[in-house]
């Protein structure tokens, strides 16, 4: 029974013990923990270096309206990232020396493009300005930091600018104006072409000998075809005093030109043909379209001699400036005068075979203050479509007669005197105004005035 069992096993024999040795087929157990924890390590890693938000520092000359954790960074109305925390930075480099506050962002991941060289950051505040509102959802949201990408290696330290750059975003032709002086332009003033907001002033520096003022204009892509190396600017903006022998003329474009300031251009007849503007191009900015020389030439025929004088009478249309005066002198038969007038480029297609133009003495009329008595005579005129464009026609030295084909009712009114009453006073029922005087005559005893519903 004993055979067949290795020594020392079921007997009574003893002897030294065998160590039996069995190879390790895996990683030990005390091992597992540590790597999968070193796993986890390297995937948070991973993923903060992939997902995680970007850290960059933005220096500010203020901290008014941040907010630690609530101030967020935008662009093109998304949210990029928020401010964590800020600290003040005593003769800070970036700011030539002066205090600032150095605000901390974190910045999504998707954001990483913009965070290189030459991108601007500024804070935006509500703005309210005759032009329009600005940042008005701050009101609600509260003040944000914008972006204004730019181009470059990649950064994660910047200095905001102090407001917003001058810069339009989008595209667009860019020229240059050089006037003696700036005026009431200022950035953002309206750019217009027949009246119609085309763009807008960017920006505006001294020239290198400082003795002009350099304006770059932004003229809308859509409008681009509309600037000619030939086309004419004029600063129609603010108010415009001027005097002399034949009165004191004020005028203005709108109300929002004069706050903010405003451009014209148009191109004349002859300068159609010439190319289109490019970027870069520079024009002559001048005081007036009538210095321009952009007006649609036009001659006056009176009759007779009239008070007026180049550069200071104006025409009117319904109590709008829509020419000038640049030229008078006596007809060639000596039997009245023939009046040259620069018209606005708006009235090109207004100037037919049916608009009448006629000479309006100065009046006081409580209805619209001094302003008529300090202008001096003026030239009225009725702009009306018709079937042939005119750039001769025959002038009143009076106000017209009833015009019949004003559509209403025409009635005649008889007075020993006209009183205050004039040509363009209202008419009114109930307070409302129904109608106006259209033209007064004398009759024999009695004075007529014509009036219209």
């Given at each position: 029974m004993a055979e067949g069992l290795p020594q020392g096993e079921g007997s009574g024999e003893s002897g030294p013990q065998q160590g039996l040795v069995r190879t390790s087929r895996g990683l030990p157990l005390v091992w597992i923990l540590p790597l999968i924890a070193a796993l986890i390590a390297v995937w948070l890693l991973y993923r903060d270096f992939t997902q995680g938000d970007i850290k960059a520092t933005i220096l500010f000359r203020s901290g008014d309206g941040l907010v630690k954790g609530k101030?967020?960074?935008?662009?093109?109305?998304?949210?990029?990232g928020v401010v964590r925390d800020f600290r003040l930075v005593p003769q800070a480099?970036?700011?030539n020396g002066e205090d600032g506050v150095l605000a901390e962002v974190?910045?999504?991941r998707s954001a990483e493009h913009l965070l290189v060289e030459g991108t601007d950051f500024w804070v935006v505040k509500p703005e309210f300005t005759i032009t329009g509102v600005r940042g008005l959802e701050t009101l609600v949201s509260g003040n944000y930091i914008a972006v204004e990408p730019g181009s470059g290696e990649r950064k994660r330290k910047f200095t905001a600018l102090d407001r917003?750059?001058?810069f339009v975003r989008g595209d667009g032709l860019r020229v240059v104006l050089k006037a003696p002086r700036l005026g009431s332009l200022n950035r953002g003033s309206p750019v217009y072409y027949r009246q119609l907001r085309v763009g807008q002033v960017e920006d505006f520096s001294l020239s290198e000998d400082a003795g002009r003022v350099e304006i770059n204009l932004f003229i809308r892509r859509e409008y681009a075809h509309l600037?000619?190396?030939?086309?004419?600017?004029?600063?129609s903006s603010g108010l415009s005093v001027e005097g002399g022998i034949g009165g004191i003329t004020v005028n203005m474009e709108s109300l929002a030109a004069l706050v903010a300031g405003g451009v014209s251009?148009?191109?004349p007849e002859a300068q159609r043909q010439s190319p289109l503007a490019v970027n870069g191009t520079e024009y002559k900015l001048f005081k007036s379209f009538a210095a321009a020389d952009a007006g649609i030439p036009v001659t006056l025929n009176f009759d007779r001699g009239i008070n007026v004088t180049a550069g200071t009478t104006r025409v009117y249309y319904q109590g709008i400036q829509v020419g000038e005066v640049s030229g008078?002198?006596?007809?060639?038969q000596m039997d009245g005068m023939e009046v040259r007038v620069l018209m606005d480029p708006i009235t090109d297609d207004l100037l037919s075979e049916n608009t009448r133009f006629w000479l309006a003495p100065p009046t006081l009329d409580f209805t619209s203050g001094l302003d008529d008595l300090l202008k001096g005579n003026r030239i009225e005129v009725d702009l009306r479509r018709g079937q042939r464009s005119q750039r001769t026609f025959d002038a009143r030295a009076s106000a017209p007669p009833m015009d019949p084909r004003v559509p209403g009712l025409h009635l005649r009114l008889t007075a020993r005197n006209p009183g205050s009453l004039q040509r363009g006073a209202s008419v009114y029922y109930r307070r409302i105004e129904v109608g106006t005087v259209q033209g007064m005559e004398l009759r024999e005893g009695v004075t007529a005035s014509r009036s219209m519903w």
């Open positions: 101030t967020v960074v935008k662009y093109s109305g998304v949210d990029i480099e970036g700011l974190d910045f999504n917003p750059p001058a600037v000619h190396r030939g086309s004419r600017f004029w600063n251009f148009h191109t008078a002198k006596a007809s060639r």
